[in-house]
């Protein structure tokens, strides 16, 4: 009979060969080969949720200190913050929003009830308002145009509400001019312009630090408003002298003949005139209208100094 073959020898760590009984007593680490040991050990199933918490917690309150200075801007914010506008979708606005800038920003301080957490906060809603009405104030040039030309065209007799400012005005003529820069805001990508100032605003001025200098935030709007008194006048300024020359035209011709009606007369001459100025003048809107959207918006950069 052939005879079996010998098993293949084992071999220890110091080199010498094993049998089976021996193999079968060797420790783990005894054996060449090391047993690797896991790199990622399961999280406990109890810590797991209170970590996730933790996260979905500090990002929910990072999301509502975003949330001040966002909501500022859209309640003074020109077109989103009329009263067109109902206050739910404002509402859902500013907290999307809110959600999409709170990553790209620096890391806001750790909330408390304490006079320092107020003084954050008022802040916050303070520069909001500010950066919202310094643009708002753009618009306020339109309106301003359109009540100049309204009493040149004798349009201003019939007040009527404007829901986009929230006021009387005089007019068709200054609703007008507001609908104009509206569509002119838009079409020159006013509303993007709008989003990425209050993004580079917390680049400015990170939540919770104070402002560089305080002066700059007082001074900054009243400054922008004579300029936009200045822009409004501007624009409403030929058809004004136009409108001037018609009126005192009817006023001369009034008396030099004193039969002649000169309301019944100067009246339709003054609106047809003014219609006729109006549509020459649309061609030539849309640059004053830039400049002062730029102005704006370097308005409300100047606010952080």
């Known amino acids: 009979m052939r005879e079996a073959s010998p098993p293949a020898p084992h071999f220890l760590n110091d080199g010498r060969s094993a049998t089976l009984r021996e193999l079968a007593t060797i420790r783990p680490q005894e054996s060449r080969i090391p047993i690797p040991e896991s ?4 999280m406990d199933p109890i810590l797991a949720p209170l970590i996730s918490g933790q996260l979905l917690f500090g990002f929910v309150l990072q999301v509502l200190w975003t949330l001040l200075r966002i909501a500022g801007l859209v309640m003074a914010a020109p077109l989103i913050g009329t009263r067109t506008v109902p206050r739910r979708v404002r509402a859902a606005f500013a907290i999307a929003l809110a959600t999409v ?6 890391t806001p301080p750790t909330a408390a009830v304490d006079a320092v957490t107020l003084l954050n906060v008022i802040r916050e809603l303070v520069i909001g308002v500010a950066l919202g009405f310094t643009v708002r104030l753009c618009f306020e040039a339109a309106a301003l145009a359109g009540e100049l030309v309204a009493q040149g065209m004798a349009l201003s007799f019939a007040q009527m509400a404007d829901p986009l400012r929230g006021a009387a005005t005089g007019g068709v003529v200054g609703m007008w001019f507001y ?11 006013g509303h993007l312009g709008l989003i990425r100032l209050v993004h580079e605003s917390y680049s400015m001025l990170p939540i919770g630090m104070p402002l560089p200098n305080s002066e700059s935030l007082i001074s900054a709007v009243p400054r922008f408003f004579a300029v936009v008194l200045v822009a409004g006048a501007q624009i409403a300024l030929p058809i004004m002298v136009a409108m001037l020359v018609v009126n005192l035209s009817f006023g001369v011709l009034g008396r030099a003949a004193p039969a002649l009606n000169p309301i019944a007369v100067g009246l339709p001459a003054a609106l047809l005139t003014g219609f006729i100025l109006l549509g020459v003048l649309v061609g030539e809107l849309a640059e004053p209208a ?4 730029q102005a704006g918006f370097d308005a409300a950069h100047a606010i952080f100094g």
């Open 101 to 106: 800038i709170a990553p790209l920003i620096p």
């Open 39 to 42: 790199r990622h050990p399961a």
């Open 290 to 293: 830039r400049r002062i959207f």
């Open 179 to 189: 609908v104009a820069f509206a569509l002119l805001f838009l079409a020159y990508d």
